[in-house]
């Protein structure tokens, strides 16, 4: 079947640290990857994206390169910041539908 | 890119009774769906809001507790029924663009029943 298994939280950091979000999923296909954001007291923002294998996400820092060998697809982010406080969301996508993890709450303290 | 209004933003209910979510986008996306997400958890899909047809709904759920109603590309409800303080929730109204095939979210209605 397909599933999406994410790092639990909650993640607290210092400002300016690394951060690394592993995921792992099992899928059916060739799936598209998915990051989604949600920052407090709001919906779901897609952060980025892969679609096929080697190909790797980026945006606003973070960067998630898709794992095919490790059906994996590990955000990362050299240098957090306050504003990042936020959770993560990894998501599949082999056809029409999403499936989600269960979501990463990370918190940076200055 | 979508973007998605929803309302309420948040109510609070008593037992028994039914409230309406309401979902317009500003543009056309092939499919709508409805996810909830309860305290501390990921996203569950509840169904596929079909245009003009029956939703279809996902293992768990089923139409006399969720009826959902989409008679344009555009705007959906979602109405939850019967409510008991299980079905306090997030409930999230998405969409899925034409040409990124992305998911793109509302904000969320936060439904907490008393």
């Known amino acids: 079947g397909n599933s999406v298994t994410q790092m639990e939280g909650p993640v607290t950091l210092s400002e300016e640290a690394f951060l690394t979000i592993n995921c792992t999923y099992t899928a059916t296909g060739y799936p598209s990857l998915f990051w989604y954001v949600q920052y407090p007291g709001e919906g779901l923002q897609l952060l980025l994206k892969a679609t096929k294998a080697d190909d790797k996400g980026s945006n606003k820092g973070f960067e998630a390169t898709y794992r095919k060998e490790t059906t994996s697809f590990h955000l990362e982010k050299g240098s957090v910041q306050v504003s990042d406080s936020a959770v993560y969301f990894c998501?599949?996508?082999?056809?029409?539908?999403?499936?989600f993890g269960t979501g990463t709450s990370l918190t940076v303290i200055p | 890119s979508a973007v998605i209004s929803q309302k309420p933003s948040r109510d609070i209910c008593q037992r028994g009774t039914s409230l309406t979510i309401q979902c317009q986008v500003d543009?056309?996306?092939?499919?709508m769906f409805w996810y909830r997400q309860q305290p501390g958890q990921s996203l569950t899909l509840i169904a596929t809001a079909n245009q003009g047809s029956e939703a279809t709904y996902e293992s768990g759920f089923v139409i006399d507790k969720f009826p959902i109603s989409r008679p344009n590309l555009t705007f959906s409800t979602l109405t939850v029924s019967n409510m008991s303080p299980e079905d306090s929730s997030i409930y999230l109204c998405s969409g899925k663009g034409f040409n990124t095939g992305e998911l793109f979210f509302g904000e969320g209605s936060r439904l907490t029943v008393l």
């Open positions: 543009s056309q996306v092939t499919m």
């Open positions: 998501a599949l996508k082999p056809g029409n539908q999403f499936y």
